[in-house]
């Protein structure tokens, strides 16, 4: 679903030293989704955030491009789940999660967490919800396909394009994360999955 929104939408972390803005084209062309797995909430858990359970995370699925940092570019830092894991981009002044990506700027998927958007008004409605818990004990998907369409339509013109070399999480002569990645260890990511 396509919406109009004619500006930057701002963020920051909790203290503001690191903020920027999503772009009126990123707020525009992403998809508003939740989440309800495992990972999101740990990696709230994770950076000292209040548990989301029983409600989701929720998030935007965007181009990194769209994503940019206006000040406080050296609080940017790196945690991994597992070292297969996606990167979780946080800001270490406060610890405030900012961004999912993975672990390769040639797969240009950004998951923008929106608690950071004080204003979330042209972002549009929420499409998809991912991991929902059943009464079963299992977990399903709802409307996955504005998700699925959504990032293989962004992944294909980042790439064809060549804006997914504009994003602010990888270094782009070298393709390496600009922040050393933190990789909990079991013992570490055990206690986040309590």
Known sequence: MRRNAA?????SCDCGSLHGRVTARGANTGTRVVCYCRDCRAGQLYFGQPDPTPDPVEIL??????????????HLALMQL?????????????????????RTPKFPFAGFIVQRMPDTSGLGPITTRGFVPQPSGKQSHEKLGPAIYGMLTRVAKSRLSGSWKETPFFDAETGDPVATPTILSKIERAALYP
């Open 82 to 102: 597992s070292p297969r894991g996606m990167l979780r981009w946080y800001a270490r002044c406060c610890n405030a999660p900012i961004a999912t990506t993975s």
């Open 7 to 11: 500006k930057d939408t701002a963020f």
């Open 61 to 74: 699925q965007m181009a990194p491009e769209e994503i940019k940092i206006d000040g406080g570019a050296e």
